[in-house]
């Protein structure tokens, strides 16, 4: 208990600055130290599936899978383990392009459970713009921080999607105020201006 008292104080301040001060460059900071400490391979992949959901948010999208790549799924490894890598290697997919693969990911992984997931409302109203955002706004509520906010940026691409711009814009302002270097926080900001320059000519 000693030996994990001075990682889960490390991990309490990693999430500080991750899910409040919105900072995964300073979280990855804190887990590369612990990565390196810690040689038991449970934890290791504990901090491989953090590493590589930091660096996906910075848009190291090599980085991100490099880290994911270095788990290895067997009968043995734990539940949440098998759980945060399916989970992660299923947005990777998705983003990047390949949507059944992130579907069938999902299917095998997470239908069942029927928790929802942003990357399951996304797959499965894919032609249903309209259903999506009422998905998504179902979700806002209860939500970490960080999770809001990407759920608002999702709202507002769907928004986009529909050509209600007005409504895409008034998400995208609310991710755009925030001050990160996380990737969609820097596309939201890019996107304000587009669409405030395409209201205007309106």
Known sequence: MIYLFPYLILLLIGNHYLFVKLDPEKYILIIEKIYKIFKINIMKDFNRINLSVCYWLLNEKEKA???LNEIKITRLTLP???YCYYRNLMEYKY???EKEEARKIFDEN???SGEKLVIGIML???NNPQQKIIELEKL???KRKLYQIEIKFNLAKTYEEIGNFEKALEF???VAEKESEIYFIKVAKEKVLELSLKNKEM
Request: aromatic share 24%.
């Open 65 to 67: 899978l490099k880290y």
């Open 80 to 82: 949440i383990i098998k």
């Open 95 to 97: 983003f990047m392009g």
């Open 110 to 112: 997470f239908r069942k």
């Open 124 to 126: 499965d109203y894919e």
């Open 140 to 142: 806002l509520k209860g």
């Open 172 to 174: 995208y302002k609310k």
